[in-house]
């Protein structure tokens, strides 16, 4: 027992940025539009965040304002990206799931190649000190995770712009006639999303490793993806989602760790976490919880 | 000229041309921007394409079938990823539908019978039944329970991934990362490919692919399954209501487009390697399918076209290199072409624009 | 560009890497395979000046390329192709001999049998067992009553397990009963598992962690780090190259302790030189301690100078013979030098 | 408003219109389906904006750009397509776009307080918090109004309001139209309803095609004059309908239970003969089990209950597919979402049910394209479908109207022993209406046994010999055609007996 207590720091470890990642694709789902760049996104994040770590760190910033500025610029470039996907998906009512195929595509490339610009290799420099645990052994990005949660349901529930925002997603038609202007409404939720991608990745380098790696990634963003839906769109069914896969991932290092459960290949634990998944959307089929007009373009003006 | 604008703006084919010049242009403005010199990625590609070394005058047909070769597995991803966006769905599980058949092949490579030609027949048969199945169940999943098809394919991948190394590790001879060598019965090699291609990987599976290519335009345009596929595609309660069986035509589909995937699998396991693999990463033929059939339209023939674009960057990566270009930027011309695909719509509200002025102009606003 | 036809005048020869997808930055073999050829050409892995001109790379994405990747680089007349990791080997062995005049050579396999092939493979379970001794003396000094060690491995397997098992004896040679811990990541880029089975260890008090499962391991790395600068007497070992710097999280403090050296950049060396004066032949290369084809880093100035005496006093018994390293975990287990239940694959 | 002109891809909508409204006035806006009624009142919303034209509230010029500007200057609109929030409730609907707040908070408690008062001030009932999903159109049509005047508005515009209510709902509405005259508002009207005009509105704009045809002040003219600007020639309103002899029971709907897919029972014990050469419709106000009888008689939803039989034989548990090839035709409600694949060609279309039977069908599987375009040129030339392309042309870039006769077409083609009909005319204009109605007409002297569901009640009983009222999933009685009146049928729609109406 007090092992898995144990696991609970590392467990939020893998989680948070996974968390952090399905919010903001569940916001821009909210507001109509759907993002299947996330993986793309949380690529480019990490890479920005871990290259200006290094870059910062290396020039005797003080390493938690270094830490801080690095996860703002993953923060910020992440986001500069998703306009991309805005502009396709809002301007020019582009097939989403084509823009972000290929933000994920370009992403492989360009982080990458910047990483060979700055630092002759394929990978960026190592930096010497990621984020540090409090006292409970816990990252900061585990505060970061449950303050986007808490963020998110204030944002969508609790304030009119949040009753705007999934108005857009229902009804984009309605939002519009009372006023609501749903392009800047979705163009907020795509870069949110946008974002909150670039921040986790961010929270994955600066938490998990020593460097960006083309590997660093790893299909956590489509991970999120599947947290989103899993979760039906609520706030704290995605945080749910989350766990389950963070607690999942765990399991296969608690197992290793229980001579009787070392007898089974190590590839079942690993199949467990989406085994789980899937088990779990068949039993709770029915209902779809989908906002009702994600995925499609909105025109103006048309009923 | 209007007309022809118009007409250009219309078609498919001339815009995904377009697209594809722009993300090389692209791409080309970049790998001048790190200061190398862009001509030696085109002396690459032209060298990829057409197997004349620029720089040393020799030629060499190997580099045109090994661009043929990598465009297989990208051709058969794309049907893959087309065939279920015909009807509607997102396939993202191409790469987890790719292992299972290439699992399979290799299974049965070292444990099926060893009779000449029916022995790797077998092998493929299995590779395509197995990336059916895998395919099928998301389609019955999503037909009959509504789970979402992008995330049931996304979790599909990876338990592949993982049921892959545990079924390769069981094959005869098999350590951590390879098995024992295929049996010659279960390989698809062909010599007379071998003999005119200075030893290229070239082999029966393009002719697989050929075929495929023609089941898929087949099954799609002419034949009355595919009929009632596109109609669910297109609109799904138009086609219930009119007795279409929907959950049928999704399910199907959904086992159709795994089927090419699963092919794909079993191509590359069968034809590019003597033994089998035990994976521990994915190849990402599957995914890069995707990005393939959206280029290619999800038609037959622009599929084909753009798996050759598509192979013909692989094959180029390592001629690049050779020549200091970064294989990264083949991604990033990749990628470009697939969001340039998506600004696309931007062209149909163009027109529309257009036509919108004509018309006020002959109105007098 | 690159080939023969560009060749020094000097009669240096020309080569070219090939890699697997990981390329050579992965502070691993192809990062040290690297090295030892720039290194021949007096450049620096910074400012590599003849790189295009006398040797380069190709990295292969996928292992669907490494046979076309092979016989390209055939074709354009390299006076050497080098690759590394015995995902080649069979590549390799399939090229080779439809290209007799060309030399190759290829690192961790010794299988391939090729008159045109050099072949070089280490023994790692020696280097191992280098940094299991220090990992243990070094307990030993720091007053440690029953210290405990642990072993992250990427994917099991044959190569993997001679790490795992010089480890494991090296340990045992200081503390016949100590307790280790392995764990298989499955995985040879997941950090972020290394990092959580790294942080469980060290809190249940295990001392020292030998990782050898590539971009994985840099998790370990990560959790001492955090550790040490938190004040915690917990250490990582780096892996092939010397990962001290990898370490390094305040001035010169480096969370690992040492690392298990494997010089594939010896190999580059020694096969560009033999290549250079004419005495390049097939066969097999095998690079022992005694050769400095492995061993252990002194970088980190914590590793105490009489921890240092006494592992440079093993290197002599183990190049003596007086030490014995078994290399399997059938054999070591056969011996009562490894403990049952442990992890590991001998295939 | 003055010389608005608005164009779309392809289309002129508004041609230089002329609309001027008074105070405290309700204004009746008239024309056919397509004249540039709902665009006209769009731009004057902000939804859209005039490629010219300008606009002057109280003489002073201003520009509508949104309508957030709309709202501000007191102009509400309750739209054609209500605009509404399905998984919302009442108040949030009502509130949506300006929530009151209590610091940045929502304020959820003032805001049902705002909207019981002002649905006690104007009568208008509804609860504020059920979502909008689970009330009746009814109900959603008072949800819109109670959006405009929570947001203060003195001008608001109605488009076609009564489409969707019942003869009773209709007048209630009248009598809201006028309360809110007297509290002094001023109303624009949209609608082709004449009797609705002639009844309460003050004065009327005609349009037709995007051109304004001209302003009348309503008691100087005749409900004829009204038709005759509206069309452009002289109208007839009844249709010949001869005498018929219905034959045998052909389909029987026997102890129907029906749930819809969150699982609520819509249908409840619902029994209906249909004979051979007779037109039998189900009035009723949407949403009173409608949707879900012709989902189970289609087998678009399952029975939970009872039996259907067809020509005698059951078919309550047989695909759909089985059911088409047993005789059972079906004209849907919603023809974009269930009637036609825009993506397809009218040929394609007009082959949806039978493309997989040997008419078309070759060996291996093979469609034979060519006897698809053949049959479909024949359908176009018979049924008298407009298209640029002939055969060829995709079903989505027709008109409302063409693509609905593609499936009249397809349907009447199929020679069904039943046809199934729901609201065919919707959003269809004056000549489509007729044409339709004189097909399923033809189609009764042909033998087919009819099922019409509308919600319009001139369509009822104009067309059909015999009329089932339904009300919360049951039939409340079945009369024949001459003797009842709309009133009656209003009555029970609204519930009641028969008897009781008496
Ligand atoms: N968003 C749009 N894009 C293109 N054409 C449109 C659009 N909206 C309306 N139209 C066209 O403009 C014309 C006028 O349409 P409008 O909706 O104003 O007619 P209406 O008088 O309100 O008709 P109805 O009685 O059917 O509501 C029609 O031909 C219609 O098809
Ligand atoms: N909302 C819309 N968006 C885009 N195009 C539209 C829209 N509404 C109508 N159209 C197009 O405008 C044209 C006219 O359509 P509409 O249905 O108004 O024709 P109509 O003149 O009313 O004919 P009919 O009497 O047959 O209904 C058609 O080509 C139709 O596809
Ligand atoms: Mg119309
Ligand atoms: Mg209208």
């Given at each position: 027992?007090s092992?898995?207590?144990?696991?609970?720091?590392?467990?939020?470890?893998?989680?948070?940025?996974?968390?952090?990642?399905?919010?903001?694709?569940?916001?821009?789902?909210?507001?109509?539009?759907?993002?299947?760049?996330?993986?793309?996104?949380?690529?480019?994040?990490?890479?920005?965040?871990?290259?200006?770590?290094?870059?910062m760190?290396?020039?005797?910033?003080?390493?938690?304002?270094?830490?801080?500025?690095?996860?703002?610029m993953?923060?910020?470039?992440?986001?500069?990206?998703?306009?991309?996907?805005?502009?396709a998906?809002i301007?020019?009512?582009?097939?989403?799931?084509?823009?972000?195929?290929?933000?994920?595509?370009?992403?492989?490339?360009?982080?990458?190649?910047?990483?060979?610009?700055?630092?002759?290799?394929?990978?960026?420099?190592?930096?010497?000190?990621?984020?540090?645990?409090?006292?409970?052994?816990?990252?900061?990005?585990?505060?970061?995770?449950?303050?986007?949660?808490?963020?998110?349901?204030?944002?969508?529930?609790?304030?009119?712009?949040?009753?705007?925002?999934?108005?857009?997603?229902?009804?984009?038609?309605?939002?519009?006639?009372v006023?609501?202007?749903?392009?800047?409404?979705?163009?907020?939720?795509?870069?949110?999303?946008?974002?909150?991608?670039?921040?986790?990745?961010?929270?994955?380098?600066?938490?998990?490793?020593?460097?960006?790696?083309?590997?660093?990634?790893?299909?956590?963003?489509?991970?999120?993806?599947?947290?989103?839906?899993?979760?039906?769109?609520?706030p704290?069914?995605?945080?749910?989602?989350?766990?389950?896969?963070g607690?999942?991932?765990?399991?296969?290092?608690?197992?290793?760790?229980i001579?009787?459960?070392?007898?089974?290949p190590?590839?079942?634990?690993?199949?467990?976490?989406?085994?789980?998944?899937?088990?779990?959307?068949?039993?709770?089929?029915?209902?779809?919880?989908?906002p009702?007009?994600?995925?499609?373009?909105?025109?103006?003006?048309?009923? | 000229?209007?007309?022809?604008?118009?007409?250009?703006i219309?078609?498919?084919?001339?815009?995904?041309?377009?697209v594809?010049?722009?993300?090389?242009?692209?791409?080309?403005?970049?790998?001048?921007?790190?200061?190398?010199?862009?001509?030696?990625?085109?002396?690459?590609?032209?060298?990829?394409?057409?197997?004349?070394?620029?720089?040393?005058?020799?030629?060499?047909?190997r580099?045109?079938?090994?661009?043929?070769n990598?465009?297989?597995?990208?051709?058969?991803?794309?049907?893959?990823?087309?065939?279920?966006?015909?009807?509607?769905?997102?396939?993202?599980?191409?790469?987890?539908?790719?292992?299972?058949?290439?699992?399979?092949?290799?299974?049965?490579?070292?444990?099926?019978?060893?009779i000449?030609?029916?022995?790797?027949?077998?092998?493929?048969?299995?590779?395509?039944?197995?990336?059916?199945?895998?395919?099928?169940?998301?389609?019955?999943?999503?037909?009959?329970?509504?789970?979402?098809?992008?995330?049931?394919?996304?979790?599909?991948?990876?338990?592949?991934?993982?049921?892959?190394?545990?079924?390769?590790?069981?094959?005869?001879?098999?350590?951590?990362?390879?098995?024992?060598?295929?049996?010659?019965?279960?390989?698809?090699?062909?010599?007379?490919?071998?003999k005119?291609?200075?030893?290229?990987?070239?082999?029966?599976?393009?002719?697989?692919?050929?075929?495929?290519?023609?089941?898929?335009?087949?099954?799609?345009?002419?034949?009355?399954?595919?009929?009632?596929?596109?109609?669910?595609?297109?609109?799904?309660?138009?086609?219930?209501?009119?007795?279409?069986?929907?959950?049928?035509?999704?399910?199907?589909?959904?086992?159709?487009?795994?089927?090419?995937?699963?092919?794909?699998?079993?191509?590359?396991?069968?034809?590019?390697?003597k033994y089998?693999?035990?994976?521990?990463?994915?190849?990402?033929?599957?995914?890069?399918?995707?990005?393939?059939?959206?280029?290619?339209?999800?038609?037959?023939?622009?599929?084909?076209?753009?798996?050759?674009?598509?192979?013909?960057?692989?094959?180029?990566?390592?001629?690049?290199?050779?020549?200091?270009?970064?294989?990264?930027?083949?991604?990033?011309?990749?990628?470009?072409?697939?969001?340039?695909?998506?600004?696309?719509?931007?062209?149909?509200?163009?027109?529309?624009?257009?036509?919108?002025?004509?018309?006020?102009?002959?109105?007098?606003? | 560009?690159?080939?023969?036809?560009?060749?020094?005048?000097?009669?240096?020869?020309?080569?070219?890497?090939?890699?697997?997808?990981?390329?050579?930055?992965?502070?691993?073999?192809n990062?040290?395979?690297?090295?030892g050829?720039?290194?021949?050409?007096g450049?620096?892995?910074?400012?590599?000046?003849?790189?295009?001109?006398?040797?380069?790379?190709?990295?292969?994405?996928?292992?669907?390329?490494?046979?076309?990747n092979?016989?390209?680089?055939?074709?354009?007349?390299?006076?050497?192709?080098?690759?590394?990791?015995?995902?080649?080997?069979?590549?390799l062995?399939?090229?080779?001999?439809?290209?007799?005049?060309?030399?190759?050579?290829?690192?961790?396999?010794?299988?391939?049998?090729?008159?045109?092939v050099?072949?070089?493979?280490?023994?790692?379970?020696?280097?191992?067992?280098?940094?299991?001794?220090?990992?243990?003396?070094?307990?030993?000094?720091?007053g440690?009553?029953?210290?405990?060690?642990?072993?992250?491995?990427g994917?099991?397997?044959?190569?993997?397990?001679k790490?795992?098992?010089?480890?494991?004896?090296?340990?045992?040679?200081?503390?016949?009963?100590?307790?280790?811990?392995?764990?298989?990541?499955?995985?040879?880029?997941?950090?972020?598992?290394?990092?959580?089975?790294?942080?469980?260890?060290?809190?249940?008090?295990?001392?020292?962690?030998?990782s050898?499962?590539?971009?994985?391991?840099?998790?370990?790395?990560?959790?001492?780090?955090?550790?040490?600068?938190?004040?915690?007497?917990?250490?990582?070992?780096?892996?092939?190259?010397?990962?001290?710097?990898d370490?390094?999280?305040?001035?010169?403090?480096?969370?690992?302790?040492?690392?298990m050296?494997?010089?594939?950049?010896?190999?580059?060396?020694?096969?560009?030189?033999?290549?250079?004066?004419?005495?390049?032949?097939?066969?097999?290369?095998?690079?022992?301690?005694?050769?400095?084809?492995?061993?252990?880093?002194?970088?980190?100035?914590?590793?105490?100078?009489?921890?240092?005496?006494?592992?440079?006093?093993?290197?002599?018994?183990?190049?003596?013979?007086?030490?014995?390293?078994?290399?399997?975990?059938?054999?070591?287990?056969?011996?009562?030098a490894?403990?049952?239940?442990?992890?590991?694959l001998?295939? | 408003?003055?010389?608005?002109?608005?164009?779309?891809?392809?289309?002129?909508?508004?041609?230089?219109?002329?609309?001027q409204?008074?105070?405290?006035?309700?204004?009746?806006?008239?024309?056919?389906?397509?004249?540039?009624?709902?665009?006209?009142?769009?731009?004057?919303?902000?939804?859209?904006?005039?490629?010219?034209?300008?606009?002057?509230?109280?003489?002073k010029?201003?520009?509508?750009?949104?309508?957030?500007?709309?709202?501000?200057?007191?102009?509400?609109?309750?739209?054609?397509?209500?605009?509404?929030v399905?998984?919302?409730?009442?108040?949030?609907?009502?509130?949506?776009?300006?929530?009151?707040?209590?610091?940045?908070?929502?304020?959820?408690?003032?805001?049902?307080?705002?909207?019981?008062?002002l649905?006690?001030?104007?009568?208008?009932?509804?609860?504020?918090?059920?979502?909008?999903?689970?009330?009746?159109?009814?109900?959603?049509?008072?949800?819109?109004?109670?959006?405009?005047?929570?947001?203060?508005?003195?001008?608001?515009?109605?488009?076609?309001?009564?489409a969707?209510?019942?003869?009773?709902?209709?007048?209630?509405?009248?009598?809201?139209?006028?309360?809110?005259?007297?509290?002094?508002?001023?109303?624009?009207?949209?609608?082709?309803?004449?009797?609705?005009?002639?009844?309460?509105?003050?004065?009327?704009?005609?349009?037709?095609?995007?051109?304004?045809?001209?302003?009348?002040?309503?008691q100087?003219?005749?409900?004829?004059?009204?038709?005759?600007?509206?069309v452009?020639?002289?109208?007839?309103?009844?249709?010949?309908?001869?005498?018929?002899?219905?034959?045998?029971?052909?389909?029987?709907?026997?102890?129907?239970?029906?749930?819809d897919?969150?699982?609520?029972?819509?249908?409840?014990?619902?029994?209906?003969?249909?004979?051979?050469?007779?037109?039998?419709?189900?009035?009723?106000?949407d949403?009173?089990?409608?949707?879900?009888?012709?989902?189970?008689?289609?087998?678009?939803?399952?029975?939970?209950?009872?039996s259907?039989?067809?020509?005698?034989?059951?078919?309550g548990?047989?695909?759909?597919?089985?059911?088409?090839?047993?005789?059972?035709?079906?004209?849907?409600?919603?023809?974009?979402?269930?009637?036609?694949?825009?993506?397809?060609?009218?040929?394609?279309?007009?082959?949806?049910?039978?493309?997989?039977?040997?008419?078309?069908?070759?060996?291996?599987?093979?469609?034979?394209?060519?006897?698809?375009?053949?049959?479909?040129?024949?359908?176009?030339?018979?049924?008298?479908i407009?298209?640029?392309?002939?055969?060829?042309?995709?079903?989505g870039?027709?008109?409302?109207?063409?693509?609905?006769?593609?499936?009249?077409?397809?349907?009447?083609?199929?020679?069904?022993?039943?046809?199934?009909?729901?609201?065919?005319?919707?959003?269809?204009?004056?000549?489509?209406?007729?044409?339709?109605?004189?097909?399923?007409?033809?189609?009764?002297?042909?033998?087919?046994?009819?099922?019409?569901?509308?919600?319009?009640?001139?369509?009822?009983?104009?067309?059909?010999?015999?009329?089932?009222?339904?009300?919360?999933?049951?039939?409340?009685?079945?009369?024949?055609?001459?003797?009842?009146?709309?009133?009656?049928i209003?009555?029970?729609?609204?519930?009641?007996?028969?008897?009781?109406?008496?």
């Open positions: 027992m092992m898995i207590w144990g696991m609970l720091p590392s467990v939020l470890m893998i989680v948070a940025p996974i968390l952090i990642t399905a919010i903001g694709g569940m916001i821009c789902e909210k507001a109509g539009v759907v993002n299947i760049a996330l993986e793309g996104l949380m690529a480019i994040g990490a890479c920005t965040a871990a290259a200006a770590h290094v870059l760190e290396g020039s005797g910033m003080p390493h938690s304002l270094s830490l801080f500025l690095a996860l703002t993953g923060l910020v470039v992440g986001g500069l990206f998703s306009l991309v996907h805005a502009l998906a301007n020019l009512n582009a097939d989403q799931t084509i823009s972000g195929t290929g933000i994920n595509l370009l992403a492989n490339g360009v982080t990458i190649f910047a990483s060979q610009i700055l630092f002759s290799a394929d990978r960026t420099r190592e930096f010497r000190m990621g984020m540090q645990t409090d006292a409970l052994g816990i990252y900061p990005t585990a505060y970061i995770a449950i303050a986007v949660v808490v963020l998110s349901w204030f944002l969508l529930y609790k304030i009119p712009f949040g009753v705007h925002l999934r108005a857009c997603g229902e009804h984009p038609g309605a939002a519009e006639s006023g609501i202007n749903v392009k800047k409404m979705r163009y907020f939720a795509v870069v949110a999303s946008g974002v909150l991608a670039g921040l986790a990745g961010g929270c994955v380098v600066l938490t998990q490793t020593i460097q960006y790696t083309s590997n660093t990634i790893n299909g956590r963003g489509f991970i999120a993806l599947a947290a989103v839906s899993f979760g039906r769109w609520r704290l069914g995605v945080t749910g989602a989350a766990l389950l896969f607690t999942a991932q765990a399991f296969a290092i608690i197992a290793n760790n001579p009787a459960l070392r007898v089974l190590t590839e079942v634990f690993n199949i467990l976490p989406y085994v789980v998944t899937l088990a779990a959307l068949v039993l709770f089929s029915g209902k779809n919880y989908a009702s007009a994600a995925g499609k373009a909105y025109e103006k003006g048309a009923s | 000229m209007k007309l022809s604008r118009q007409k250009f219309q078609s498919d084919g001339a815009v995904s041309v377009m594809v010049v722009l993300g090389f242009l692209v791409g080309t403005v970049l790998v001048a921007l790190v200061g190398k010199n862009p001509l030696n990625m085109y002396k690459a590609l032209f060298q990829a394409l057409s197997g004349y070394n620029i720089d040393n005058g020799r030629m060499n047909v580099y045109i079938a090994e661009t043929l990598y465009s297989v597995p990208f051709i058969l991803c794309g049907l893959s990823m087309g065939f279920a966006k015909r009807v509607g769905l997102f396939n993202i599980g191409g790469e987890g539908q790719y292992i299972m058949g290439m699992t399979i092949a290799q299974a049965i490579a070292l444990l099926g019978p060893r000449p030609v029916m022995h790797w027949m077998f092998a493929m048969v299995g590779a395509v039944l197995i990336g059916s199945l895998w395919g099928g169940v998301v389609g019955i999943l999503k037909a009959k329970y509504e789970v979402s098809e992008v995330v049931s394919t996304i979790m599909l991948n990876y338990v592949a991934l993982y049921l892959s190394r545990i079924i390769c590790l069981q094959l005869p001879g098999a350590t951590t990362y390879k098995t024992a060598n295929f049996p010659e019965t279960a390989l698809i090699g062909n010599a007379f490919f071998q005119i291609t200075n030893n290229s990987l070239l082999n029966n599976g393009i002719f697989m692919m050929v075929g495929a290519v023609l089941v898929y335009w087949f099954i799609m345009e002419k034949t009355s399954l595919g009929y009632g596929m596109r109609a669910t595609g297109f609109n799904k309660d138009a086609a219930r209501a009119s007795g279409i069986p929907v959950v049928k035509s999704i399910s199907i589909s959904m086992a159709i487009s795994g089927a090419f995937a699963g092919l794909a699998g079993g191509i590359v396991a069968l034809g590019s390697f089998g693999r035990v994976l521990s990463g994915m190849d990402n033929y599957g995914f890069d399918g995707i990005a393939v059939a959206l280029v290619g339209n999800c038609t037959a023939l622009g599929t084909t076209l753009a798996g050759l674009l598509f192979g013909l960057l692989k094959n180029a990566q390592a001629l690049m290199q050779g020549k200091q270009i970064p294989k990264e930027i083949t991604f990033i011309i990749q990628g470009l072409i697939v969001i340039f695909i998506a600004l696309r719509s931007a062209l149909k509200l163009y027109q529309e624009y257009l036509d919108k002025k004509q018309l006020q102009k002959e109105v007098g606003v | 560009q690159g080939g023969k036809e560009a060749a020094a005048s000097d009669g240096r020869p020309t080569i070219r890497l090939l890699t697997d997808a990981t390329g050579i930055d992965d502070k691993s073999f990062a040290a395979a690297w090295r050829i720039v290194e021949y050409y450049d620096t892995v910074e400012k590599p000046a003849n790189r295009g001109k006398l040797y380069d790379v190709v990295t292969a994405q996928t292992q669907d390329m490494y046979i076309p092979l016989r390209q680089a055939s074709d354009e007349g390299y006076d050497l192709i080098m690759v590394t990791g015995f995902t080649w080997a069979d590549a062995s399939e090229v080779a001999p439809q290209y007799p005049d060309q030399k190759y050579t290829i690192v961790d396999v010794d299988w391939v049998g090729q008159p045109n050099m072949e070089f493979i280490y023994s790692e379970e020696q280097g191992s067992f280098l940094v299991g001794l220090a990992a243990a003396l070094q307990a030993k000094e720091d440690i009553q029953n210290p405990r060690f642990g072993f992250i491995g994917v099991p397997g044959a190569t993997i397990t790490f795992e098992m010089g480890y494991v004896q090296g340990i045992r040679s200081v503390f016949p009963n100590a307790q280790i811990y392995d764990y298989y990541a499955n995985d040879w880029g997941k950090p972020e598992l290394a990092k959580a089975q790294a942080k469980n260890w060290y809190d249940m008090g295990v001392y020292c962690i030998f050898a499962a590539g971009g994985t391991g840099n998790g370990t790395i990560a959790q001492a780090k955090e550790y040490r600068n938190q004040g915690k007497n917990v250490w990582a070992i780096g892996v092939d190259s010397d990962q001290y710097a370490g390094i999280y305040t001035g010169t403090k480096s969370a690992v302790l040492t690392s050296l494997k010089r594939v950049e010896n190999s580059s060396l020694m096969v560009l030189k033999a290549v250079a004066d004419g005495s390049f032949s097939g066969g097999v290369v095998q690079m022992g301690m005694a050769d400095d084809g492995v061993g252990y880093s002194t970088a980190n100035p914590e590793l105490s100078a009489n921890v240092v005496k006494l592992v440079d006093a093993a290197k002599a018994d183990i190049n003596s013979g007086k030490i014995k390293i078994f290399k399997t975990y059938r054999e070591a287990l056969a011996a009562g490894a403990p049952a239940g442990l992890a590991a001998d295939d | 408003m003055n010389n608005i002109t608005k164009t779309f891809p392809g289309v002129v909508a508004n041609d230089k219109v002329i609309l409204v008074k105070h405290q006035e309700i204004h009746a806006l008239l024309g056919e389906n397509g004249a540039g009624k709902s665009t006209l009142m769009s731009i004057l919303f902000g939804s859209y904006s005039a490629d010219s034209g300008s606009i002057l509230l109280d003489g010029p201003v520009e509508i750009k949104n309508p957030n500007v709309a709202t501000s200057l007191g102009i509400g609109m309750v739209h054609q397509h209500f605009k509404l399905q998984n919302y409730t009442v108040t949030e609907n009502i509130v949506l776009g300006v929530e009151p707040t209590k610091g940045r908070l929502l304020d959820m408690k003032r805001a049902r307080e705002r909207v019981e008062a649905s006690s001030q104007y009568a208008l009932k509804v609860d504020p918090d059920s979502l909008v999903e689970d009330i009746t159109v009814g109900q959603q049509q008072r949800v819109e109004i109670l959006k405009t005047l929570y947001r203060n508005a003195n001008i608001i515009i109605f488009d076609e309001p009564t969707v209510l019942t003869p009773q709902e209709i007048d209630e509405l009248m009598e809201i139209l006028k309360k809110l005259r007297s509290e002094g508002k001023t109303i624009v009207l949209i609608t082709h309803k004449l009797k609705e005009i002639k009844e309460v509105c003050d004065r009327c704009t005609v349009l037709r095609r995007g051109r304004c045809i001209g302003t009348v002040d309503v100087d003219v005749s409900e004829q004059d009204l038709a005759e600007m509206m452009g020639r002289a109208v007839k309103f009844e249709i010949d309908k001869p005498e018929q002899q219905a034959g045998r029971v052909m389909l029987s709907l026997q102890h129907l239970q029906v749930a897919i969150s699982g609520a029972l819509r249908v409840k014990d619902l029994s209906l003969d249909v004979h051979e050469g007779e037109i039998v419709g189900i009035a009723g106000v949403g009173n089990g409608q949707s879900e009888l012709l989902g189970a008689i289609t087998g678009l939803l399952p029975l939970s209950g009872g259907i039989l067809l020509d005698g034989t059951s078919i548990n047989l695909s759909i597919r089985q059911r088409i090839e047993k005789g059972l035709g079906y004209i849907p409600e919603d023809r974009k979402k269930y009637g036609v694949v825009g993506e397809f060609s009218i040929a394609e279309n007009t082959a949806l049910k039978n493309y997989y039977r040997d008419t078309y069908r070759k060996r291996f599987g093979i469609l034979d394209f060519e006897a698809m375009n053949q049959e479909a040129e024949n359908l176009i030339a018979q049924f008298d407009r298209s640029a392309e002939g055969a060829k042309t995709n079903a870039s027709l008109s409302g109207g063409n693509q609905q006769k593609v499936i009249v077409a397809r349907e009447i083609s199929l020679s069904p022993k039943v046809l199934v009909v729901a609201q065919p005319t919707r959003g269809l204009d004056v000549g489509a209406i007729e044409y339709i109605r004189k097909r399923i007409i033809a189609e009764r002297a042909k033998g087919r046994a009819i099922l019409l569901v509308s919600f319009e009640l001139d369509e009822i009983m104009n067309l059909c010999d015999r009329i089932a009222t339904i009300s919360k999933g049951s039939i409340v009685a079945v009369n024949k055609q001459h003797e009842v009146t709309e009133y009656e209003g009555l029970m729609m609204a519930g009641s007996k028969k008897e009781a109406a008496r």
